[in-house]
């Protein structure tokens, strides 16, 4: 079992409509969360963090978590052309005896205009 | 502006041969990170930082070696043991390690065998 887990996709929603990313882990005792953008031949850009369960609003952007279930989920509202990109799920798990950030393969998504 | 930089964009290694990737912030972080990233896969961490002249080991060390002897600076050297070099390289740095804080990331280095 992957200790961060993504759909790979590609995940397609047309302009305008809600995107829906999804992330599960492993480690019950994870504290932070996060989403990072990363466009073809780029490198990672932050998009939100969240720590507590619940939603954290951004803009367009949400994230939502919960603990219990061990998910995390980023919703794109009012999806753009522009957003099309690969979505990285990042968590801080327990390796060994200490916590490291650990990162999903992340999901592929395109927004058709 | 404050950020990271890793230099060089594109790098080009021979058979048994080092290579020292190079990565700077202005951030005044303390933390730092490299990771690799293979085609279609998430990040690997390497190695990581949290303060100078002290660094660990992450999934990955195996044929990489790091220093850390300024604040601003954390070279990562591609070593000839490792036998399959080539992928992306990112270096990171938050304010504090290693994994509650945000990392915000440089443009990273692409690096092929020749």
């Known amino acids: 079992q992957k200790e961060v887990e993504q759909n790979s996709g590609p995940l397609s929603v047309p302009e305008g409509a809600i995107a829906s990313l999804n992330c599960t882990y492993s480690d019950r005792g994870s504290q932070s969360f996060f989403w990072y953008r990363q466009y073809s031949g780029k490198s990672p850009e932050l998009i939100m963090f969240?720590?507590?369960?619940g939603d954290k609003e951004d803009g367009r952007f949400t994230a939502q978590l919960n603990k219990a279930s061990q998910y995390v989920s980023l919703l794109i509202r009012d999806s753009q052309p522009s957003d099309s990109a690969t979505y990285l799920c990042?968590?801080?798990?327990?390796?060994?005896?200490?916590?490291?950030?650990?990162f999903g393969s992340g999901t592929q998504l395109t927004v058709l205009p | 502006d404050g950020g990271i930089t890793q230099s060089p964009k594109y790098l080009f290694r021979k058979e048994g041969q080092n290579v020292t990737l190079s990565c700077e912030q202005n951030?005044?972080?303390?933390?730092m990170y490299w990771y690799r990233q293979d085609p279609g896969q998430g990040l690997r961490l390497i190695y990581y930082?949290?303060?100078?002249?002290?660094?660990q080991k992450g999934d990955i060390a195996e044929g990489y070696s790091v220093s850390r002897e300024k604040k601003e600076s954390f070279p990562l050297t591609v070593t000839s043991a490792q036998k399959n070099p080539t992928a992306f390289y990112l270096c990171a740095s938050s304010m504090q390690g290693p994994a509650n804080q945000p990392q915000h990331f440089g443009d990273g280095t692409r690096l092929s065998i020749l």
């Open positions: 969240i720590y507590s369960n």
């Open positions: 990042a968590v801080n798990l327990l390796s060994g005896s200490a916590r490291q950030l650990t």
């Open positions: 930082s949290q303060i100078v002249n002290d660094f």
């Open positions: 951030l005044n972080h303390d933390a």
